[in-house]
């Protein structure tokens, strides 16, 4: 079997999805994305398909050897996301070759359903408590929330106690048995996060996400002095070696890698691996579209350190499309008490819509995340 085509699609209301045709007939569709630089992973995914066209799918290590390694330059976010959404297209392929889906070609299902949590409260988060009570109401046994706007380096009590006052609304709205993942986005510097981490313990997060951009993860060893919460960073971090330092150290409890983003299933099923070494949870990051979702789905099935799965029906950033959208069945997502089946069919376990996927692709879109300013005009992290 040999590649014969690849093909892009930049589809509202911010992804793009690739489809790799094949001399067999068998399509596989994946789904490379950097948020707000869709043209940029495009250009980087053309690049590649020089080297892949008329090679074989089925040799998916030896493609990502190739495409991380052979370039001399490597990683960072819009290399691994143009290899991640191939990746995911190749598992496609070669799941419906062998008329399976991708967990059982990766040692098999360890579990038989996958816990799901919902976004609530959008960039600026208000009224949090009466979004909460309404996603429990729907089945959801966890949330997550951005925990702040902006935060200056050091910045005023009123701005914290304003944060606190939001989760202690959404802890009182929905009791103490839903999880409640708060999200502080990288938007909040070393200061400001020891002091929000201890202000949120009492009210007893699921986890704490992001308390530092990822560059500084150094300072994650001192913010957990002042907290009993578990941490969670990882979504913008890629490959295995990009998680190599920050799980030898022993300072997070949960890592978040983004399928579309780290290097793709496989390689983001060793990345799991070594978390599982060091006593480590995983929750994959994706606000992303439906084909990021499946692959997502796949790793968790196989993955018996995976404990909850990020996903984005209804998320604020899904403006004029939305997650099912694009899907011949959209049930094969059903969420229930909480929880979605394993995916039973072949690869990524989805029909993707490929009609609707061209109509939209017609439209496009130019997405990008807002730049926001502090009062006195710095640069705010967003």
């Known amino acids: 079997m040999k590649i014969t085509k690849m093909e892009l699609f930049k589809v509202p209301p911010r992804w793009l999805f690739l489809k790799i045709e094949t001399d067999e007939g068998i399509i596989g569709w994946g789904e490379p994305i950097v948020e707000g630089k869709a043209d940029t992973v495009r250009a980087a995914v053309m690049e590649m398909s020089d080297?892949?066209?008329?090679?074989d799918p089925m040799k998916i290590?030896?493609?990502?050897?190739?495409?991380?390694?052979?370039?001399?330059?490597?990683?960072?976010?819009?290399l691994s996301s143009a290899i991640s959404g191939i990746e995911q297209a190749l598992w496609d392929i070669k799941g419906k070759f062998y008329n399976a889906p991708v967990y059982d070609l990766l040692g098999g299902a360890c579990?038989?359903?996958?816990?799901v949590y919902s976004w609530i409260g959008g960039d600026r988060p208000s009224d949090v408590g009466m979004a909460a009570k309404r996603q429990v109401e729907l089945g959801f046994t966890a949330v997550k929330m951005n925990a702040?706007?902006?935060?200056?380096?050091?910045?005023?009590?009123?701005k914290v106690d304003a944060a606190i006052a939001r989760i202690a609304a959404v802890r009182e709205a929905v009791g103490k048995d839903v999880g409640i993942g708060i999200d502080f986005h990288g938007r909040v510097h070393k200061s400001m996060a020891k002091i929000l981490a201890k202000e949120l313990e009492p009210y007893r997060p699921m986890f704490i996400e992001e308390p530092v951009l990822p560059e500084n993860n150094e300072a994650l060893k001192e913010i957990a002095r002042y907290t009993s919460c578990p941490i969670a960073t990882g979504e913008r971090m890629y490959t295995r070696w990009g998680f190599k330092e920050l799980l030898a150290e022993g300072i997070v409890d949960i890592i978040q890698p983004d399928l579309s983003h780290a290097g793709g299933i496989l390689e983001t099923r060793k990345i799991a691996a070594m978390a599982e070494a060091y006593d480590v949870a995983v929750a994959p990051h994706c606000p992303l579209g439906p084909i990021a979702l499946a692959a997502c789905l796949q790793l968790d099935t196989c993955t018996p350190n995976a404990f909850i799965q990020e996903q984005s029906l209804g998320i604020h950033y899904n403006e004029g499309s939305d997650l099912?959208?694009?899907l011949k069945d959209p049930l094969v997502f059903e969420y229930k008490d909480g929880f979605v089946k394993n995916l039973t069919g072949p690869g990524l376990g989805i029909e993707v819509d490929e009609d609707k996927?061209?109509?939209?692709?017609?439209?496009?879109?130019?997405?990008k995340n807002p730049v926001w300013r502090q009062e006195d005009g710095t640069v705010a992290e967003w």
């Open 51 to 55: 080297y892949m066209i008329g090679r």
């Open 61 to 78: 290590e030896d493609m990502f050897q190739v495409l991380y390694r052979a370039g001399f330059y490597r990683g960072g976010p819009i």
């Open 111 to 115: 579990r038989e359903k996958t816990r």
């Open 148 to 158: 702040t706007e902006e935060l200056h380096y050091i910045d005023s009590i009123g």
């Open 324 to 326: 099912l959208d694009y």
């Open 357 to 367: 996927v061209r109509e939209m692709a017609a439209i496009g879109h130019q997405w």
